[in-house]
């Protein structure tokens, strides 16, 4: 049962603009969100982190948004550029859960 | 500091044989968990080490096991390994759990023909 999703497998996106990626989740227990990126041959690195007592966090070009009201999160990345070519997950846990819950994941592009 | 680093970086094995996967922690870090990555399926929580004890499993059948020494290092087993089993096993470390900000090595790859 998938408790976070992220339906779109792949974006494309030129260079210089703004990259929306979106994540939705089913369990309103979750509190903590966080994205993670990752490159071919590579593992996951730690991107950006929310608490759900936040609606925004920023850090650089890279801000996540938090609607709890509608389970959505999303994460911004501005001005993009052809390095954040990767594949990203996002991740949610409970305040009392065990183990990170990870979408599938999000193939972004920037193309020159 | 050294990053998480998990040996070997490929394998390719058959159905019916078994596999061992080793993970060495960043220093410090007592929490060692494990995720299988499939195309299909993203990152699946295999299971926790903690102090060398299992805190905590995913939903993978007990074909797949494994252990934590006094070093905090980790290996994971797979026994008779199954064609669905091919899959980027990935370790992770963090200070104190796997519901936090985790710390991922590079994976192995395992391909199982």
């Known amino acids: 049962d998938q408790q976070v999703k992220q339906n779109s497998p792949s974006l494309s996106v030129q260079e210089g603009r703004i990259s929306i990626l979106n994540c939705d989740y089913t369990?309103?227990?979750?509190?903590?969100f966080l994205w993670y990126k990752k490159y071919p041959a590579e593992g996951p690195t730690f991107l950006i982190s929310i608490s759900s007592i936040k609606d925004k966090n920023e850090d650089g070009r890279f801000t996540v948004f938090l609607n709890k009201s509608a389970k959505h999160l999303s994460l911004h990345i501005v001005p993009s550029q052809p390095g954040d070519s990767a594949v990203y997950f996002c991740?949610?846990?409970?305040?009392?859960?065990?183990?990170?819950?990870f979408g599938k994941g999000t193939s972004l592009l920037v193309t020159p | 500091k050294a990053g998480v680093t998990q040996t070997p970086r490929y394998l390719i094995k058959t159905r019916g044989q078994q596999v061992t996967l080793s993970c060495s922690p960043i220093s410090g870090h007592r929490s060692v968990s494990w995720y299988q990555q499939t195309p299909g399926q993203g990152l699946q929580f295999l299971f926790e080490?903690?102090?060398?004890?299992?805190?905590n499993k995913g939903n993978f059948p007990g074909r797949f096991s494994g252990r934590q020494f006094s070093n905090s290092r980790s290996e994971m087993n797979v026994s008779t390994l199954e064609l669905g089993d091919s899959a980027l096993y990935l370790c992770?470390?963090?200070?104190?759990?796997?519901?936090?900000?985790?710390?991922f090595g590079s994976g192995t790859q395992l391909s199982v023909l």
């Open positions: 369990n309103s227990m979750f509190d903590y």
């Open positions: 991740a949610a846990v409970t305040n009392s859960g065990y183990a990170l819950n």
């Open positions: 080490y903690f102090s060398e004890t299992q805190r």
């Open positions: 992770a470390s963090s200070l104190q759990g796997a519901s936090e900000k985790l710390f």
